[in-house]
């Protein structure tokens, strides 16, 4: 099961001062995925984490299936995993998943975790604590804790940042398989446009501080999708087109829509 989440006139200032994000209303439809991109620091994931309920909007409303975020949050409805895994130094990658379990008051078998350990490339090391292991593997390891829930809604910022560039593509392709397949509405945050293009339904495009849409743009392949997508004509066009706007966007030359 999946669930919609709309953002409705969601503003953010902090110290009463630094506007993060414009007034600003966007839904995301459930099932969807969705890659919000943007130049670094123009409150990406300050959006993210408002949907998160980790932030409060200094103004506007947010509601993920009709219920403050806070509420799906309390209810394990939603899984966070940011570029900072966050694993707890004194448990093991299994324990460290697990934990995500124990803290919803869901069921957990040895088999479940062992598939997530699998799936993200950390076969041998279930046991193993953090500090024995590579920025890339605890990243991986924050990733299937993430899934662990089987989260209606997965917000992911910038979650393969830490990882090596064979991982990453590994990732990608194997990842949107498991929310796919369970109908999660998956929002991520990513600053790479061929990432964002070959991974959504949709890539929003936001503009420089403080957030504003600049583009909303639809991504017309049909999934499962293919490695070889990426060298395709059609591909590379809807890649220039999120160039474009991530200029525009830059440079302060916005659509009337967006201004």
């Known amino acids: 099961m999946s669930v919609p989440v709309i953002c409705t006139e969601v503003a953010k200032t ?12 966007v839904s995301f439809a459930a099932g ?5 991109v943007g130049p670094s620091g123009c409150g990406k994931s300050t959006l993210l984490r408002m949907i998160a309920g980790l932030e409060t909007p200094s103004a506007g409303q947010i509601t993920i299936a009709d219920q403050p975020p806070e509420v799906i949050r309390r209810s394990a409805g939603l899984s966070v995993a940011f570029q900072d895994p966050s694993l707890l130094p004194w448990r093991s ?4 998943i697990e934990l995500a379990l124990d803290l919803a008051r869901m ?3 040895p088999n479940q975790i062992e598939q997530l350990i699998h799936l993200v490339g950390l ?8 500090a024995e292991l590579s920025g890339g593997m605890r990243q991986r390891a924050a990733i299937a804790r993430a899934l662990s829930t089987r989260p209606k809604l997965l917000l992911l910022d910038e979650p393969f940042g830490a990882v090596d560039e064979l991982t990453r593509k590994q990732l990608a392709n194997d990842l949107p398989g498991i929310w796919e397949a ?3 509405t998956t929002l991520l945050v990513t600053h790479s446009v061929s990432e964002a293009v070959a991974l959504s339904d949709r890539v929003i495009v ?3 501080r403080p957030a504003q849409v600049v583009a909303d743009i639809d991504i017309p392949f049909a999934r499962p ?15 220039d087109e999120v160039y474009e706007a991530l200029a525009k966007g830059v440079s302060g030359t916005l659509p009337k829509a967006a201004q």
């Open 182 to 184: 369970s109908g999660t």
């Open 123 to 130: 076969d041998g090391f279930a046991d193993t604590r953090p």
């Open 107 to 109: 069921p957990k078998t």
């Open 206 to 208: 936001l503009s420089a």
């Open 93 to 96: 990658v299994r324990k460290n």
């Open 225 to 239: 999708r293919t490695p070889d997508l990426l060298y395709k004509a059609e591909f590379t066009k809807i890649m």
């Open 32 to 36: 969807q995925t969705t890659a919000l």
């Open 14 to 25: 902090f110290r009463g001062s630094i506007e993060a994000v414009s007034p600003m209303t």
